[in-house]
Nanobody, 120 residues
Framework: VQLVESGGGLVQAGVSLRLSCAASGLTFSSYTMGWFRQVPGKEREFVARVSWSGTYKYYADFVKGRFTISRDNAKNTVYLQMDTLNPEDTAVYYC??????????????WGQGTQVTVSS
């Protein structure tokens, strides 16, 4: 299984970025997909997740209204649209996949991460 994130970069506060995560080696539509982020010295934190069908979406309180998770099962890709970025969003963002047969909060596979840096 491979999860490959892309789309990170250095941006100014207030702008938008869209992260992508391309999955291979798994039956994509059988997995809940999620995004997490981690700042050095801190624990990794949940950002958002989307059900296998794309119908149900859950967000951390700190991104509600600013970030949108979506998926395209035909392309085996999950996205994270991030709007109105602020410096506190600076982190490495990770994509994760969890089997629909397990608890929704459990993720079995992880990507290598993509750096997002927001300057003030």
């Amino acid at each position: 299984v491979q999860l490959v994130e892309s789309g990170g970069g250095l941006v100014q506060a207030g702008v938008s970025l869209r992260l992508s995560c391309a999955a291979s080696g798994l039956t994509f539509s059988s997995y809940t997909m999620g995004w997490f982020r981690q700042v050095p010295g801190k624990e990794r934190e949940f950002v958002a997740r989307v059900s296998w069908s794309g119908t149900y979406k859950y967000y951390a309180d700190f991104v509600k209204g600013r970030f949108t998770i979506s998926r395209d099962n035909a392309k085996n890709t999950v996205y994270l649209q991030m709007d109105t970025l602020n410096p506190e969003d600076t982190a490495v963002y990770y994509c994760a996949a969890g089997s629909v047969h397990g608890p929704p909060s459990r993720f079995d596979y992880w990507g290598q991460g993509t750096q997002v840096t927001v300057s003030s």
